[in-house]
């Protein structure tokens, strides 16, 4: 009987949460179940295995970028110069690697630093300067996006064959590795967990969603075992002559980004700040947290993860172009963040989001060119998704604060 109470008690707060508006990444998940049965019931083609691994490296990048953008979106601030950052800290990696003769592990820092660099330049204008991040970022959309034109050359492409980097987007995890990947990971996540809940009963707090997060755990963990069953069968359509099995290497690359910003988010002294910010910056200057330094790290932050998709998008064309990080990459990458549940006002948002938004916007992309779409129909759809999920983002906002 207890424990029955204890549900329904559960219930009645979750329920409650949701009223007042915190209902963080539920409708991405809603949207994300009622786009994979629609597509499939229209093409065989989506829930194949080979599919499934094309649209984990089609995201990659544009999740990247959310990631990092979730960082100044916490702040309430925005930076439509991401995309091209991305494609000019992609061409510093090849130039360095193709031309300078560079190894891939001094080119790839060198290229997250020249990023970190940019994002200072960006933040210190926004914090230092108090000009509207908006005009900062387009300015340096511009400028960004002409840089790269002198680096790579109007109409060029330097193909970079670095084995390394190539890896990162045509090579998987051997079947073994995948599965002790896969083993790894659900383990760490149980555990965490699992210490997380240790902690607050012997700090005498009374956890009545427990039960939930057991739920939430096992479908999770569920959900990880049949994706990488599905990832560890043969791909191929010829395996005699190359065989494609295993987990792609991009997926640990996103994975070991997400642990180390949710960390920073949640665990040290700079993610709380961040938040404090994003929520009220003028109380969170008088409680002495120096806003300009958040803002500016936030949006070095955001550049930083923005040279990491350059790598990213470099391994999957295994060039560099000046179109590298533009047409509709930023905007694909705030779509993903929003979408998933980050919040555009400010102070409310994490890093998973990104990669749940940026699922979505694979789907709808994957999935209208498996049906045959044309490019402004889907560009139509991820927009009204997009509208959608402010429009849930402002009312939600506009609930917690009624109550």
């Known amino acids: 009987m207890s424990e029955q109470i204890t549900i329904e008690k559960s219930l009645r707060e979750w329920a409650s949460k949701v009223k007042a508006g915190q209902v963080g990444a539920l409708p991405a998940i809603l949207g994300l179940l009622v786009l994979c049965i629609a597509f499939s019931s229209q093409s065989r083609v989506f829930l194949t295995p080979g599919n ?41 990696l090849v130039i360095m690697i193709t031309e300078m003769d560079y190894s891939w592990y001094v080119a790839l820092p060198a290229s997250i630093l020249a990023g970190i ?8 204008l926004v914090a230092q300067l108090r000009i509207p991040s908006f005009v900062v970022t387009l300015a340096t959309f511009l400028a960004f996006q002409g840089l790269l034109l002198l680096l790579v050359s109007e109409g060029g492409t330097i193909r970079i064959e670095d084995p390394t980097i190539l890896a990162v987007q045509n090579k998987n995890l051997p079947v073994t590795a995948s599965w002790i990947f896969f083993a790894l990971t659900a383990g760490v996540y149980v555990l965490s967990g699992l210490w997380k809940f240790s902690r607050r009963r012997k700090a005498g707090l009374v956890d009545n969603l427990f039960k939930f997060w057991l739920i939430k755990t096992a479908i999770l963990v569920s959900l990880g075992g049949l994706a990488t069953l599905a990832l560890t069968v043969e791909r191929s359509n010829n395996p005699d002559l190359v065989s494609l099995r295993g987990i792609p290497y991009v997926v640990p690359v996103i994975l070991v980004l997400l642990v180390g910003a949710t960390f920073v988010l949640t665990r040290t002294s700079f ?58 990459t930023l905007l694909y990458a705030v779509g993903a963040a929003v979408i998933g549940g980050t919040s555009l006002f400010g102070g409310k948002g994490k890093v998973s989001d990104a990669i749940l938004g940026g699922l979505v916007v694979a789907v709808i992309d994957n999935g209208m060119a498996l049906l045959g779409y044309p490019a402004g129909i889907k560009f139509m759809v991820t927009g009204g998704v997009l509208l959608l999920s402010a429009s849930i983002d402002a009312f939600s906002r506009r609930g917690a604060t009624s109550t």
């Open 117 to 124: 660099v940019l994002g200072a330049f960006i933040g210190y």
């Open 271 to 328: 993610g709380l700040h961040l938040y404090a910010v994003g929520g009220n910056a003028e109380a969170a200057r008088r409680a002495g947290i120096n806003v300009k330094m958040v803002r500016i790290s936030a949006f070095m932050i955001c550049s930083g993860f923005a040279a990491i998709a350059g790598m990213i998008f470099v391994s999957r064309a295994n060039s560099i172009s000046p179109t590298t990080g533009g047409s509709s």
């Open 52 to 92: 499934f691994a094309n649209l984990l490296t089609q995201a990659a990048a544009v999740t990247v970028i959310a990631m990092g953008l979730v960082f100044v979106l916490l702040l309430g601030e925005i930076d439509l110069s991401a995309g091209y950052a991305a494609g000019v800290c992609g061409a510093i």
